[in-house]
């Protein structure tokens, strides 16, 4: 993360992820023992050396779960550093699913209150892609690399394993079916997983982005990253909205809305659509 030369010797200071590194010219190195889990953003040294100045990135989140912009509720705070893919909360009660590399390695926590507990953790190399809560909010299921762990409430596992990754983007209602993406030809396409017989069902002939689903399993997505799509169950396709210049970057959904990331050149900014007439706002 950053780079700093010794003020009076021929190596350099260097700060990867939580650890501080000192680089020799000689390309040996010596780990300069400084105890955290938190980001090093950056490190240098003070004049006389015996001294090293020292920056933390430390990313802290509020979650507020909120249908309109009244009577918002806080659901929690996170203070983690680390890549944190959107978190999920249980539809049933507080508990929450989020996602930090805060101790060097992709971990997905379950938050019960105040209580955390690291339920699942990718290799160094591996990625965890998705999760998500059952709509009874009963069973977890989270994707790394080549593998599907189901986690229900004593937690209890089981395992899939699979011929290619998934990318988990939700779960089907009243159906033991997961939505996911599956990656073919580097572009993703969104399918139906079964967790009876593990068959894996195409929802689109084409390459879409963005999948997610609503209560009734309609399946909102972005085409050609301008266009959001709603497909019934059927298979029948509505376009909701085109853009002309801005592209579209995620979905978001809720009850009663749908909400879309959209950025341009300059910015982000969010678009929300009502689930009964699909008005904009």
């Known amino acids: ?21 000192l680089l020799n010219l000689d390309g040996s190195i010596n780990d300069i023992n400084y105890a955290t889990d938190k980001n090093v953003s950056s490190a240098m040294f003070a004049l006389s050396a015996s001294t ?19 009577g918002d509720i806080i659901l929690s705070d996170l203070s983690y550093s680390g890549a944190n893919l959107f978190p999920k909360h249980n539809a049933i009660n507080s508990k929450l699913l989020f996602q930090s590399d805060h101790s060097g390695l992709q971990t997905l926590y379950l938050k019960d209150g105040e209580n955390e507990i690291a339920i699942g953790q990718a ?21 790394i690399n080549k593998e599907i ?9 089981k395992k899939i394993k699979l011929e290619s990754s998934l990318y988990i983007r939700g779960w089907f209602q009243n159906d033991n079916k997961l939505l996911v993406n599956q990656m073919i030809g580097g572009k993703p396409y969104p399918a139906a997983l079964s967790l009876m017989d593990f068959t894996i069902e195409k929802l689109s002939e084409s390459s879409v982005s963005c999948a997610v ?47 879309a990331s959209v950025k341009n050149e300059n910015t982000y900014y969010v678009q929300k659509f009502d689930l009964i007439n699909l008005s904009l706002s």
């Open 149 to 157: 762990t189901i986690k229900d409430e004593k937690g209890v596992s």
């Open 123 to 143: 290799a160094k190399g591996e990625h965890i892609n998705g999760y998500t809560w059952s709509t009874d909010g009963q069973e977890i299921a989270y994707a």
């Open 52 to 70: 090293i100045y020292i920056e933390h990135s430390y990313l802290h989140m509020s979650l507020i779960e909120s249908e309109d912009i009244n």
């Open 1 to 21: 993360n950053s780079i700093d030369w010794h003020p009076n010797e021929r190596s350099l200071l260097l700060t990867k992820s939580n650890k501080l590194i």
């Open 213 to 259: 689903l609503e209560k009734n399993n309609n399946l909102f997505f972005v085409q050609n990253d301008q266009q959001l799509i709603k497909q019934t169950p059927d298979g029948k396709r509505q376009v909701i909205h085109n853009l002309v210049n801005d592209q579209y970057d995620d979905l978001f959904i809720s009850k009663k809305f749908l909400y």
